[in-house]
């Protein structure tokens, strides 16, 4: 299957997976129509992001194994659907969402601008997250169809615009946004409420080295939230917030900050070009990298080269 790519052009054709369903022993896309934006050829760790925009369309009774959020941009839609109680409908508007946990679903109709991003959570991926904060059992999420969250519409609009732009913040960036929002609905609207959540305590100095040696082998390339949390023996949510504790920093804003350290160097001490500085930090995109070099220090990559040459 052919969709539209999300290489930021809005031109390339790349295959993608979807975001399916089960429905009567036959698998196939949750939503009839192709998405014009996928998070699949950025490989983001334990979820899958789709932008949508169609006409409205009817699902029918199904199952799946994922957890699914979706939300609503702009414009409105009536959104009809089954219950324990018969049918019901309301019309949701921007901001609206509906959550549904990995088990069966009845079918619901959409009549409108459906204009949505479909954000789906590997259950596996969510155990992962909570392993060790939920006594006794795993986390299940409630099915909802139509409510509002400002958090979750916060970060599922970061996510989005980060999507949206062609993931200039690197795949770390993404993952701890993923994360978080995976966090919120088991903390928030799980049938079994995880409550303790540690907030506390630091990363102890040994592991904490063994991230840190690690960023520093791989400021070349991209880097996984799994793979630092690995590095620490931890869960990713659990290590996001113990690494800040411990640093004061996000892991994404502390590999921020060895990237320009490591490019600053390299401008006062080489005759390399700013492209070829910008690679060697992590950063394809020389433009990408000028604007965040000079956000980070005050001054563009040239500039500092020559106030420090």
């Not at 192709?34 to 760790?45: F, N």
């Not at 409420?193 to 960023?215: A, C, H, M, T």
Request: glycine share 10%; net charge positive; charged share 20%.
């Amino acid at each position: 299957m052919k969709v539209v790519g999300s290489t930021g052009d809005g031109v390339e054709n790349v295959p993608i997976r979807r975001i399916n369903i089960d429905g009567g022993g036959r698998n196939f896309p949750l939503v009839p129509h192709l998405p014009i934006l996928s998070s699949a050829s950025y490989e983001w760790d334990g979820f899958l992001l789709e932008r949508h925009l169609s006409n409205g369309f009817e699902v029918p009774k199904h199952s799946h194994s994922s957890i699914l959020l979706s939300m609503q941009l702009n414009a409105s839609l009536r959104l009809g659907w089954k219950s324990e109680q018969g049918g019901q409908s309301a019309v949701v508007d921007a901001g609206s969402l509906t959550l549904h946990g990995a088990a069966g679903c009845n079918g619901s109709t959409w009549e409108g601008a459906y204009n949505r991003v479909l954000f789906e959570l590997d259950h596996k991926h969510l155990e992962h997250l909570t392993e060790g904060r939920v006594a006794g059992a795993s986390v299940e999420i409630a099915e909802r169809w139509s409510f509002k969250d400002s958090r979750l519409e916060h970060l599922l609009k970061t996510l989005y615009a980060e999507l949206r732009d062609a993931a200039p913040a690197g795949r770390l960036f993404g993952e701890q946004v993923g994360n978080a929002v995976a966090m919120l609905l088991a903390k928030q609207y799980s049938v079994i409420r995880p409550d303790v959540y540690g907030s506390g305590g630091k990363i102890p100095s040994s592991r904490l080295k063994k991230v840190f040696d690690y960023v520093e082998t791989c400021l070349h390339q991209e880097i996984h939230l799994s793979e630092l949390a690995s590095t620490a023996a931890m869960s990713p949510y659990y290590f996001a917030r113990l690494f800040k504790n411990s640093t004061g920093v996000s892991p994404h804003q502390y590999v921020i900050q060895r990237r320009i350290d490591r490019a600053k160097g390299m401008l006062r001490h080489s005759k390399m070009s700013i492209f070829e500085i910008g690679i060697r930090v992590g950063y394809a995109d020389a433009k990408h990298f000028r604007t965040l070099f000079r956000r980070e220090v005050g001054l563009s990559p040239n500039d500092y080269r020559v106030a420090r040459g």
